[in-house]
């Protein structure tokens, strides 16, 4: 692949047709568990791991496995990778596991990984489709970093809490007071909350892409210049 075909898949992947912003897929654990910054974080790399690892298989095994019985073929791997990760991060991460609970082993449902196994990964080669994995997971992972990010500093004035689920306590210098004195704003921290910011998160991104489209068809006109009189 070009190298302008990785930029597309890069720009994909992290603007155009992002998991969370664009294509609203992946709601479950974007809604439920981005409380905190380090939550969402954590939740996003375990994704991100998932989404890489899966399109890598997929791809690798995509001209030996019938059309037929592909898709319980690429559920199998998907749920093969997320055992893993589930495994290591009891391993090594086991209080950041605990409270993303549930939302470890759903990770198998999340369309999104189905979704990019089926049209990209079994079409195309190993590297695009490690590519592939990597930016639209690192797209989502942003979606829940900033979603959380918002909800905990709405919510308790925070950011950075409880960094130590996945840095240790060497990084307990990250956690920051935002707002001081703040007695903080349950909704933000319901899931309520997580519908309203992710529908500001939305709204933000649909404005800039107007404002570049602006942009893009004023220096287009320039460009071609004055029209002449018919």
């Not at 690892?53 to 093969?80: C, D, H, K, T, Y």
């Not at 306590?169 to 997580?194: K, M, N, S």
Request: net charge positive; charged share 10%.
């Amino acid at each position: 692949m070009s190298d302008s075909g990785y930029r597309q898949i890069i720009a994909d992947g992290m603007w155009n047709n992002n998991v969370a912003f664009v294509q609203i897929l992946g709601m479950c654990p974007l809604l439920a568990v981005s409380t905190t910054l380090v939550n969402g974080l954590g939740m996003g790399l375990a994704t991100m791991a998932t989404l890489v690892a899966s399109n890598g298989l997929v791809s690798m095994i995509r001209q030996v496995v019938r059309p037929e019985i592909r898709i319980p073929v690429f559920v199998v791997i998907i749920a093969s990778v997320v055992t893993v990760i589930e495994l290591v991060m009891n391993a090594y991460f086991h209080q950041l596991y605990k409270i993303l609970g549930i939302f470890i082993p759903l990770i198998v449902t999340n369309c999104s990984i189905l979704g990019r196994a089926e049209a990209f990964a079994s079409k195309n080669a190993i590297g695009p489709s490690l590519a592939d994995g990597l930016f639209m997971g690192l797209g989502f992972t942003v979606a829940l970093v900033l979603l959380g990010g918002l909800r905990e500093v709405v919510g308790h004035g925070t950011l950075f809490t409880q960094v130590y689920l996945m840095f240790g306590h060497g990084a307990d210098f990250l956690t920051t007071q935002v707002i001081p004195h703040y007695r903080g704003f349950l909704l933000a921290a319901l899931p309520p909350g997580a519908f309203l910011g992710l529908g500001l998160l939305i709204a933000l991104k649909n404005v800039i892409d107007q404002r570049l489209a602006q942009r893009a068809a004023a220096r287009e006109a320039q460009v071609a210049g004055p029209q002449p009189a018919a």
